[in-house]
């Protein structure tokens, strides 16, 4: 097929790069809010209070992405949609939910034997019921999605995470227990599900018409599900397992400070780019340059981010988590880096759906599944959580060598194209680290809370300034070509445009 007009292509990338900037600046505004309810809820509860949730959320979360179908998906990369796939794909996730929702509370009590805590089985039973109310959601989120409404998508996510923090705090702080952090969730899908339908309507009705098709395009996806569930907790079961529910609740705190700040930014940014790429499949060098450019935006959001973070992990466990959590600074570090190097890897996937090669990437999915899992688990029987850290940072970086050169096959690009787009990042991320240890080196020790506080703003202030200069300095150098930098300063433009024409 011949190449289209650029004229073509421009709304596209441009409406991409819009809906990206929402959802970024949804992220941004859910994350905040995550951070401010873990820093609350790791002065009102113990490490073995969030071990013993993260236990079970992981059986849990194996179980729930084993049977993920994927269905928005499917409806976005149809070329036509009508009100038969939304009303079979609304069918399709009900009946998936409830019958999920049904086995996790009939097996409640197995799953509590097995994991050896009496616990769980109440805390499964309540999470059942939890995704069993997820499948009366609205199909109207699917339409958004196609038509690149993202900004409707940040005002849904945003408000309903503000709800369940109001919701989980309060019962935090009346009950001082494990349990505000699962019916925070239940009583959170109260506001979440009728506020969906209010943003996207949709009138839901029973029909298996398109089903077929729907679950056709899911079958590699389930498989794909399956490795992604097996791999992404096998972290959690292992320190869970092996070190202990305190080690296991210290994973799961540093996880949320170091890696879920990367994760939820590289989820939003992957959807827009993932609904580009679906009005262009057809044009495989098209598609190629938007994948490369896509490539370019994720490093220059999240590698300063993650390094950051990485970077003042010990002032944020000196300042945030307090004395019961001492000793998750190297925690923090190993799942920002792993959150970041897999958060690259993971944006290939998309290129599979799209081109239709989701047999290839299952394939190569399962292959790293059997490389990680056994380096996991030997990383927690040798050095319990930390060992288990070094062995997901590791296996991420042989996976982020075989994702790309996987798809570098697919659209004919080489490492040079790659570098291309990032290496004006990897100069300024390596300035920063290098002057925010500098600084610490320099700065005087820290007696008390506020002089720790001071030195982790300077450090925070030295990092930004340093890697923002530097970028923006390598950028005019180059020529301010069209890049990620265009690509940012555009859509928050645009961003900041659409918010100054909202109605107060």
């Not at 959802?23 to 994350?31: D, E, L, P, W």
């Not at 805590?117 to 609205?138: F, K, N, Y």
């Not at 450019?293 to 993650?306: E, Q």
């Not at 599944?369 to 062995?391: D, M, S, W």
Request: net charge positive; charged share 15%.
């Amino acid at each position: 097929m011949s190449e289209p007009a650029p004229a073509d292509a421009i709304p596209v990338g441009r409406r991409v790069a819009a809906g990206a900037a929402f959802m970024v600046a949804g992220r941004i505004a859910i994350r905040l809010i995550g951070v401010v309810s873990t820093l609350i809820l790791a002065r009102l509860l113990l490490p073995e209070d969030f071990g013993l949730v993260g236990l079970a959320a992981a059986v849990i979360t194996i179980a729930e992405v084993l049977t993920q179908t994927n269905l928005g998906l499917a409806v976005i990369r149809r070329p036509v949609a009508d009100r038969t796939i939304y009303d079979s794909a609304w069918t399709l996730n009900l009946l998936r939910c409830l019958l999920l929702g049904g086995a996790l509370a009939a097996t409640a009590g197995w799953q509590a034997e097995l994991l050896g805590d009496p616990r769980i089985e109440a805390v499964v039973m309540v999470v059942g019921l939890t995704i069993a109310l997820d499948g009366l959601g609205s199909a109207g989120i699917f339409r958004l999605q196609r038509e690149l409404r993202f900004d409707l998508i940040f005002r849904y996510e945003v408000v309903t995470k503000l709800f369940v923090f109001c919701v989980t705090i309060a019962l935090a702080v009346a009950t001082r227990d494990y349990w505000c952090l699962v019916l925070g969730n239940l009583i959170g899908r109260c506001v979440s599900i009728p506020y969906g339908y209010w943003l996207a309507p949709h009138r839901p009705r029973i029909s298996f018409a398109a089903g077929w098709e729907l679950l056709h395009f899911s079958k590699w996806m389930l498989a794909a599900n399956a490795c992604s569930a097996i791999e992404g907790q096998a972290a959690n079961l292992a320190i869970g397992r092996i070190a202990g529910l305190p080690a296991l609740g210290m994973w799961q705190l540093s996880w949320q400070v170091g890696a879920v700040p990367v994760t939820e930014l590289a989820v939003p940014i992957r959807g827009p780019i993932y609904a580009g790429y679906a009005r262009v499949q057809e044009d495989r060098g098209l598609l190629r340059r938007h994948f490369l450019a896509g490539f370019g935006l994720l490093c220059v959001v999240l590698t300063p981010l993650s390094l950051g973070i990485a970077l003042v992990a010990p002032e944020i466990e000196r300042l945030a988590l307090g004395p019961a959590f001492a000793g998750a600074a190297p925690l923090i570090v190993y799942c920002a880096l792993y959150a970041f190097i897999d958060a690259l890897a993971h944006f290939t996937f998309n290129l599979f759906i799209v081109l239709d090669a989701q047999r290839r990437m299952v394939m190569a999915h399962a292959a790293l599944v059997v490389v990680r899992v056994p380096a996991v688990i030997a990383g927690a029987v040798l050095a319990g959580a930390e060992g288990a850290g070094l062995a997901l940072v590791l296996t991420a970086i042989l996976g982020f060598a075989a994702w790309h050169w996987q798809v570098a096959r697919l659209l004919g690009h080489g490492v040079a194209d790659l570098l291309g787009e990032s290496w004006r990042t990897i100069c300024a991320a390596a300035l920063m680290a290098a002057a925010v240890m500098a600084l610490r080196a320099a700065l005087p020790p820290a007696a008390g809370f506020g002089a720790a506080a001071l030195h982790l703003l300077a450090l925070m202030a030295c990092g930004a300034a340093v890697h923002i200069g530097a970028q923006a300095l390598l950028w005019r150098l180059s020529g301010m070509k069209d890049g990620a930098e265009r690509q940012v300063l555009s859509a928050f433009a645009g961003l900041l445009a659409r918010l100054r024409r909202v109605p107060a």
